[in-house]
C-alpha cells in the first residue's frame, strides 16, 4: 500500500465518519480506529507501526522516505598497510595489469570446491578465463587480454574488489 491509496482510505473514513476499521490482505494488516490516537498497519511477517493518527483532523500526504545522509567514504577499505604491500608488490613485477571491469565479489574457481582457473606462475592464452567477479548475482567471467604468464594474483579468493582495481599481473609472452 502506498501513501496515495493510504491518504483515500482515510479520506473515505472520514466523509463518511466510519469510526473503526480493518483491511486484511497477504502482504499486510491495517487496523484504523478513529478518536483513537494510534493507528497500526502490520506487515506479514514482522508487524510495522505507521505514524498515528488523530480524528478529526483532514488526511495528509505521507512523503516519501529520504536516504539518510551517508558519509563520504575513506580512500580504501583495505588496511593502509594491505594497501601498500599490493603496490609494493605490483611495482616490483612488471607486466600487464588486468584489472575488475566492474564492482563485485572475485572468485578464483567455478565452484567452491573447485580447481582455480588460474595460478601465479601459469602461461594463459588470450581469451582465456581467469577469474569470475560475481555482481548482483550473475557471474562475470574476466579474460586475459594478452598472452603471457601470471605473474602476480593479487586479490583473495571471495574478496570485494572495485572498479579498475588491479586483479592479475601478466607478464606478455
Known amino acids: 500500500m502506498n501513501a496515495k491509496e493510504l491518504k483515500a482510505i482515510l479520506q473515505a473514513l472520514m466523509e463518511h465518519e466510519v469510526s473503526e476499521m480493518s483491511l486484511e490482505t497477504p502482504d499486510y494488516k491495517l487496523n484504523i480506529k478513529r478518536g483513537s490516537s494510534l493507528a497500526q498497519v502490520q506487515y506479514v511477517p514482522a508487524p510495522v507501526a505507521t505514524p498515528q493518527i488523530t480524528a478529526p483532523q483532514p488526511a495528509v500526504a505521507v512523503p516519501a ?3 539518510a545522509a ?3 567514504p575513506a580512500a580504501t577499505s583495505r588496511p593502509a598497510t594491505a ?3 599490493a603496490e609494493d608488490k605490483k611495482e616490483e613485477i612488471k ?3 588486468v584489472k575488475a571491469p566492474i564492482v563485485g565479489t572475485f572468485y578464483r574457481s567455478p565452484a567452491p570446491d573447485a580447481e582455480p582457473y588460474v ?3 601459469d602461461s594463459v592464452k588470450k581469451g582465456q578465463v581467469l577469474c569470475i567477479i560475481e555482481a548482483m548475482k550473475l557471474m562475470n567471467e574476466i579474460e586475459s587480454e594478452v598472452t603471457g604468464v601470471v605473474r602476480k594474483i593479487l586479490v583473495n579468493d571471495a574478496e570485494p574488489v572495485e572498479y579498475g582495481q588491479t586483479l592479475f599481473i601478466i607478464e606478455p609472452a
Open 95 to 97: 607486466g600487464v595489469e
Open 119 to 121: 595460478k601465479e606462475g
Open 83 to 85: 594497501g601498500r604491500e
Open 65 to 67: 522516505p529520504q536516504p
Open 70 to 72: 551517508v558519509a563520504a
